[in-house]
């Protein structure tokens, strides 16, 4: 008689996102001629940069002939492709061996997977509010006990608060943790780590033999040349920290799904001497995948060279572009923000201690903007909502437009 | 102090693929202008289809403009392609609803994962000889226990023997299992179940509660209309059965990676419900994937077309032609072999008693063709060599005829 996955029963089903879908259409069917700017959106809606387009139909070209393509490759991704993603963290300092380069799907896969290699009592902290995969993962794979049904938050889970009095960017926990989730620039906050906020994370693993898994997958975003766009900017941090990128949103690369993981070969553990966790890692990969689209590798190699990187950089310039104008246009309308500078996401404050859920039906039904409440990511979240620089630009200015129209003090 | 995930501790380097891989290596280096014939390959080296290749170079067109993707979609697929993978299925008599269809990136990685939605102590059994992912991604979850060095078989994995005097397709195991795969047609002895045999196991799995894992990859290539091309066309088996299944072979689309997995609502255990694996797979996937490359999703939905079937289809003949041209040379040879008809792999009888591995070695000694050693995949492949139908068709000729002058009795 087979049996179920027990862990899966302690998942918490939130309710708040479902009851944004239900506010959502509820609106929707009684204005059905209303336009919404959808500044909920977590992904690009930008075209591929020009030379991707141009290697996306070359490649086309070459799979129409026999022999070119066929193989699955390697597990680990093309050489030619982690030699271009090495080259990128060279040009920051940062030496890789093609052998520490996962290229994967996208991160998603990668961040849902990485805890498998890791012990089954291991505990886990991360940031409030925050990405739910994090703790989800980890809730499938037993590291968490009951939750608490208002808050969503797990007995077993270490949470770090991220606040205004914190520039919402934590401390490292007090308690020994083994697992550390840091999303940097943060989702759904915006707010990025200094160099002296990431030293204090890098301390505390290696001190306590923790493991940092961090979510570059914003980096891109950081414009602010004071601020280190990896984690292995910081010295110590190739002992203790495994790094997860994707060029989804620095590339539009949402469609074609591609990132990579990076686990150094001088992670060291107690049960583990260096070079353990990146075979570990390889051996899961060999099993449990057969690495992404090979013709998504050859545009994403496209995208990393010189000429694609000027691409990519445009992009990123015109979504911050985005970030800057709701800013301006919230604070004009005298509503309080943060992030939004080195970040896609502009994180803005419900007026008159609102709840986020209330405010978000405030800026539906004055505005007709469609934001994400922050109480969904997290306790600390409340009082809050995401907005997001990816929607196009037109959409945005009638956004603000609106906001300043019905919500200006 | 993070630790480590122990199980990875479990598994077996099966020493016979870098023996393998060693021996091509001195091979090629003591012979470096001999051309060599890779009977070795598990994938379709055939150009993708002329519809496919159209429908991949429109979309790229459209992904230069604005606005037109940057969504994720839905993790479950985007919902034209689930209809029409429910279209092939609703040919052959089976019905399913859209919830049901889970688009993949290729087999592999659901393959790997499917597991995780069971219980932690189910018991496993696989074909021997059998493709490595099935057991490997058990141990990593911990159902298997310590292995022989010499077999690479786990204790606590219960392996069901494939051989000449049960036409290389098992009966159900006589102890009590949990969870069985079923790989049909078969990689490597190409064999494939008649209905009657899965009927056997469709019986088994309901009468104590079990759940049959079928991975029905090579499914495509089943010609004979008597033989069951999904587990689904065997009553009951709705109520059992996960199905799994890509088009890398089928449709040429291995540089594109796309599959799907069925998981049926009316699947139902002691602990679980109908309906409720069905959720707990989306749980999963919506925790730990994104849903493949939106493109590879139209051009998967072209593959599936009736004009696009039609395409695949003569994919399929030419590969299935390659194997009766290797079956026919191996028997003008004197050889004896198995498979090819309704597979793309030709299991073929080592002469005189041989090892899997000299046989290996004297192939490609004598008529310079590659093959994989049946040991590989388990004690029931000692004695015999896989050859693959995937190489171009004037290599598989040359071989041949090497084989013949080189080989016959």
Chains 1, 2 share one sequence.
Not at 144 to 155: I, K, L, M
Not at 301 to 322: K, M, Y
Request: glycine letters at 8%.
């Amino acid at each position: 008689m087979a049996t179920i996955n027990l862990n899966f029963g302690r998942l918490c089903n939130c309710y708040l996102f479902s009851e944004v879908s239900r506010r959502l259409k509820v609106f929707t069917e009684q204005h059905p001629h209303c336009e919404l700017h959808r500044l909920d959106r977590s992904q690009n809606t930008q075209p591929l940069p020009p030379s991707v387009v141009r290697t996306l139909h070359e490649t086309t070209a070459r799979m129409s002939q026999a022999g070119c393509f066929g193989d699955y490759g390697h597990y680990q991704g093309e050489a030619f492709l982690r030699e271009a993603i090495a080259r990128c963290y060279r040009d920051r300092g940062i030496g890789l061996d093609l052998d520490e380069i996962f290229v994967n799907d996208g991160a998603k896969s990668d961040i849902g997977s990485i805890q498998s290699i890791f012990g089954p009592k291991d505990v886990v902290a991360v940031q409030d509010p925050t990405f739910a995969a994090y703790v989800d993962t980890n809730v499938m794979a037993g590291r968490a006990e009951s939750h608490n049904a208002v808050t969503c938050q797990y007995a077993g889970i270490s949470y770090m608060p991220c606040h205004e009095r914190n520039d919402f960017f934590p401390e490292p926990p007090r308690e020994k943790v083994d697992l550390i989730y840091l999303c940097c620039p943060n989702n759904p906050t915006g707010a990025t780590a200094t160099r002296e906020q990431l030293e204090q994370f890098v301390r505390y693993a290696n001190a306590l033999g923790a493991i940092i898994i961090y979510d570059a997958g914003y980096a891109a975003f950081v414009s602010d040349p004071s601020l280190p766009k990896s984690i292995y900017e910081i010295e110590g941090a190739e002992q203790c920290a495994i790094e997860i990128n994707s060029l989804s949103n620095s590339a539009a690369f949402t469609s074609l799904r591609l990132g990579w993981t990076i686990v150094p070969k001088a992670l060291s553990l107690e049960d583990a001497s260096a070079g353990q966790l990146n075979a570990l890692w390889h051996r899961r990969q060999s099993a449990m995948f057969n690495g992404p689209s090979i013709i998504a590798q050859y545009c994403a190699a496209q995208a990393l060279s010189p000429a694609g990187r000027v691409e990519c950089q445009s992009i990123v310039d015109n979504t911050l572009e985005n970030a800057r104008i709701i800013r301006e246009g919230l604070e004009s309308a005298g509503i309080l923000c943060y992030g939004g500078v080195n970040s896609p996401y502009v994180w803005t404050k419900a007026p008159d201690g609102m709840t986020s859920m209330n405010f978000f039906s405030k800026l539906l039904a004055e505005a007709n903007v469609v934001s994400l409440p922050g109480a969904g990511f997290g306790p600390n979240g409340e009082g809050y909502v995401r907005l997001s620089a990816f929607e196009c630009r037109e959409s945005i200015r009638i956004a603000m437009s609106n906001i300043h129209a019905k919500m200006a003090a």
